[in-house]
């Protein structure tokens, strides 16, 4: 599903650009406003994607509600669209937990994992599928395979065997996608998020099929700051090249994100180079005299995970600020009285942004897709836009977080070039489930020595839940992007200076 457009994708990002459309107008009733986008988004009579208007119109709605930072409504109680609105209209709100929420009446309650006989079995008499299972699960009715679901330990084995490949295995993708097995069913079979387990990384909103799984946003809250005239400063992943369109450069990036009312913009790959700074320092300051490994810090779902999963190797995974709190704690110091949006590929950013001891320098989060929105809302024509002022400053190796294997190429390469005597041997993994292979592997003592890097999203931050564009087509423009520039690794950032100041202060 990842990269490819589809209603689903149609339907969410036309929500963000309604969000935005509505932030940008000067709405005298902002309640009656958001009753009418489902009609506007959905108009006529007759439905287009489920069996009802009125079903696919109250979906867009928890979209609207959910967009604006607002928690999903009981169907059991009566709660109008617009109700809570005027509380989010301010220009600094944080995300009422949870982040991530599942509209009950837009679930399909998929089947759990479950292993099945298709019509393509052909009834074949050596019955090769009946002879590989282990608990006797499989069965001949009326010359054709039938599976006893309730001895079934899904293993797989029946559907290696058959010759005609006639059994196959259904699961939730929702449940497929999560790494933290925090997806379960209700009595009715909806989907239910075990919030105890959950560390936001999106992989589920991203995998349903149906667009049950949204998570809240700020686009309204970024759009009301700037209309009450703060400075607002886009700080900008590096996962951002190519995610708006293979014409639209760094230099036109710029130019279109101050039309839509920032201030400024600065990469965040500024903050990426101090963070290697950081971690290298502490690589050599800790492994192996005082812990067995180290693992890095920037991904907060991997970094959560890793504290809920294996907590007590807690002090093991990197104190080092994140890239995005960095850059906008050194934002703030040169600005204090601004406000930093953080615009990224991932939906954990924001629950990491709403820590308290993050608030005072992030104020906003939002993804590429919801930035999307406000290019549509306002009307911006990224190709035709003029720019000149490109984003220097980051070094490649910080450019490079955003693809898997980036992070820990960094603090290796910066290693490397201050102390070639040093060997320093690296395990990178991504996605959450192999990050908990590897957790379990250094559990073990087999990966002592080692810089461990941990990403939430197959891929690295590409690959994150707000992004726009195919993971390998990400990829290898972010690459290319990095070999670019001049400045190579992140000891040559002309802020590396401050990162004291920015660690202490």
């Known amino acids: ?58 979906i867009i709605g928890e979209r609207l509600r959910l967009g604006m930072g607002l928690p999903t409504r009981d169907a059991k109680e009566f709660k109008a669209l617009s109700d809570g609105i005027e509380e989010s209209a301010i220009a600094k709100k944080y995300y009422d937990d949870p982040l ?22 052909q009834g074949c008499l050596s019955h090769q599928c009946t002879e590989v299972c282990p608990k006797d699960a499989i069965h001949i009715v009326n010359g054709r395979s039938l599976i006893d679901q309730d001895k079934c330990i899904k293993c797989g084995r029946c559907m290696e065997a058959c010759p005609y490949k006639a059994i196959t295995k259904i699961e939730r993708p929702c449940a497929a996608s999560c790494g933290m097995d925090a997806i379960h069913s209700d009595e009715d079979g909806k989907a239910v998020i075990d919030y105890d387990k959950c560390v936001s990384c999106g992989m589920c909103l991203v995998n349903c099929p149906f667009g049950a799984i949204v998570d809240k946003g700020q686009i309204f809250q970024t759009i009301y700051a700037m209309k009450e005239g703060h400075r607002v400063v886009a700080a900008v992943a590096p996962a951002f090249v190519g995610q708006f369109g293979p014409s639209v450069t760094p230099e036109k990036l710029t130019a279109a994100l101050k039309e839509l009312g920032f201030s400024d913009v600065v990469e965040v790959a500024i903050g990426a180079d101090l963070c290697t700074i950081e971690e290298a320092e502490d690589f050599m300051d800790k492994v192996p005299e005082k812990q067995p490994w180290m693992a890095t810090s920037c991904c907060p779902a991997w970094s959560v995970m890793a504290k809920k999963l294996f907590p007590q190797y807690a002090s093991h995974i990197s104190m080092a600020l994140t890239p995005m709190v960095l850059t906008a704690r050194m934002i703030k110091k040169d600005d204090p009285d601004c406000k930093v949006v953080f615009i990224g590929p991932c939906a954990a950013k924001k629950l990491e942004a709403s820590r308290k001891s993050v608030r005072s320098d ?39 977080f955003a693809v898997s294997g980036g992070v820990a190429k960094a603090v290796k390469s910066l290693i490397n070039k ?88």
Request: aromatic share 6%.
């Open 1 to 58: 599903m990842r990269g490819i457009y589809n209603s689903v994708t149609d339907l969410r990002r036309k929500v963000f650009a309604a969000i935005a459309s509505m932030a940008y107008e000067d709405c005298d009733d902002l309640a009656k406003r958001i009753e009418q986008i489902p009609y506007e988004l959905l108009p006529g009579d007759k439905a287009t994607y489920r069996n009802s208007i009125f079903l696919e119109r109250a």
């Open 362 to 400: 992030v104020d906003f989060v939002l993804t590429f897709e919801e930035v999307m929105g406000m290019f549509v809302a306002k009307g911006v024509k990224l190709e035709e836009i003029e720019g000149n002022d490109p984003l220097l400053k980051g070094t490649n190796r910080g450019r490079e």
């Open 418 to 505: 201050k102390h070639p005597e040093v060997e320093v041997k690296v395990q990178a993994a991504e996605g959450l489930k192999n990050c908990k292979t590897m957790l379990m592997m250094a559990k073990a003592g087999r990966l002592d020595g080692y810089l461990l890097e941990g990403m939430a999203c197959p891929g690295g931050c590409v690959a994150g839940a707000g992004t726009l564009q195919p993971i390998a087509k990400s990829s290898a423009a972010v690459k290319k992007y990095a070999n670019e520039n001049t400045l190579v690794n992140c000891d040559e950032s002309p802020y590396g200076d401050r990162l004291e100041e920015l660690t202490k202060g």
């Open 100 to 121: 991530v929420n599942i509209i009950k009446f837009a679930c399909n309650a998929c089947p759990e994992k479950k292993v099945f006989v298709t019509n393509a079995c």
